[in-house]
């Protein structure tokens, strides 16, 4: 079945301690992303990948770190969690960047940060 | 830059009632549509989409016609179902730099009661 992994589901931690939320995709898609979702704002994107090794930054990407070291692999990293990185969080890819080109969405992970 | 712009919710509905979601957008360039549906405890999946300039994108018994007159792209549904309560979110993808973003509106709550 083609999908898009997210785990944890559900994270609490405390804030300064370093976390990874990892997203995988098996559809062998190039184009992979990470937005935050927040309560009257919808959705922003953190960063996204073109391919392996390429990674940018998108609209809210202060406090968040990326890798791409294999096409099916996009981990975010926080380095070091404060409370305004309280979201859900969305793990998405799509075969290509092209304009018309769906994206598939990983089922999300809801992080807390006391 | 780019913005898409939802009606506020949510929406309540009884089953078997009309549905039209309004969106709006602001582009620079030929953008491609979409309309996004997040069921409660899910990712986002694609509902319908529309890549050029009255085309209309259509699933599940929704519609939306890309009218590049009045820069919208309204959802419509003619007889809602109590399964059909989720979250929407109007999209665009628009090139910039050679490559598509995905812009998100607010999102729309759907609420549809027996």
Same mark, same amino acid.
């Given at each position: 079945e083609a999908q898009?992994?997210?785990n944890p589901r559900y994270l609490? *931690? /405390? $804030?300064?301690?370093?976390? *990874? /939320? $990892?997203?995988?995709?098996?559809?062998?898609h190039e184009y992979m992303s990470w937005y935050r979702q927040d309560p009257g704002l919808g959705l922003r994107q953190i960063y996204y990948s073109m391919n392996v090794e390429v990674t940018d930054k998108g609209d809210v990407p202060e406090g968040y770190k990326v890798s791409r070291k294999e096409k099916r692999n996009f981990p975010l990293i926080l380095e070091s969690p404060s409370p305004n990185q309280t979201s859900l969080y969305f793990c998405?890819?799509?075969?290509?960047?092209?304009?018309?080109?769906?994206?598939?969405?990983?089922q999300g992970t809801r992080l807390t940060v006391v | 830059g780019d913005s898409v712009t939802q009606m506020e919710g949510p929406v309540t509905l009884s089953e078997e009632a009309f549905l039209t979601i309004n969106c709006t957008y602001t582009a620079t360039g030929y953008p491609s549509l979409f309309w996004y549906v997040q069921y409660p405890g899910e990712g986002l999946q694609l509902l319908l989409k529309a890549t050029k300039a009255d085309d209309k994108g259509s699933n599940k018994g929704f519609e939306a016609t890309y009218r590049k007159e009045t820069t919208s792209f309204h959802l419509e549904k003619g007889s809602v179902q109590v399964s059909d309560s989720a979250v929407y979110f109007c999209a665009l993808s628009d090139e910039d730099s050679g490559y598509s973003t995905l812009t998100f509106g607010k999102g729309t709550m759907l609420l549809v009661s027996p």
């Amino acid at each position: 079945e083609a999908q898009v992994t997210q785990n944890p589901r559900y994270l609490i *931690t /405390v $804030t300064g301690k370093k976390l *990874t /939320v $990892t997203c995988s995709q098996n559809m062998n898609h190039e184009y992979m992303s990470w937005y935050r979702q927040d309560p009257g704002l919808g959705l922003r994107q953190i960063y996204y990948s073109m391919n392996v090794e390429v990674t940018d930054k998108g609209d809210v990407p202060e406090g968040y770190k990326v890798s791409r070291k294999e096409k099916r692999n996009f981990p975010l990293i926080l380095e070091s969690p404060s409370p305004n990185q309280t979201s859900l969080y969305f793990c998405a890819s799509s075969l290509s960047p092209q304009v018309n080109t769906e994206a598939f969405f990983g089922q999300g992970t809801r992080l807390t940060v006391v | 830059g780019d913005s898409v712009t939802q009606m506020e919710g949510p929406v309540t509905l009884s089953e078997e009632a009309f549905l039209t979601i309004n969106c709006t957008y602001t582009a620079t360039g030929y953008p491609s549509l979409f309309w996004y549906v997040q069921y409660p405890g899910e990712g986002l999946q694609l509902l319908l989409k529309a890549t050029k300039a009255d085309d209309k994108g259509s699933n599940k018994g929704f519609e939306a016609t890309y009218r590049k007159e009045t820069t919208s792209f309204h959802l419509e549904k003619g007889s809602v179902q109590v399964s059909d309560s989720a979250v929407y979110f109007c999209a665009l993808s628009d090139e910039d730099s050679g490559y598509s973003t995905l812009t998100f509106g607010k999102g729309t709550m759907l609420l549809v009661s027996p």
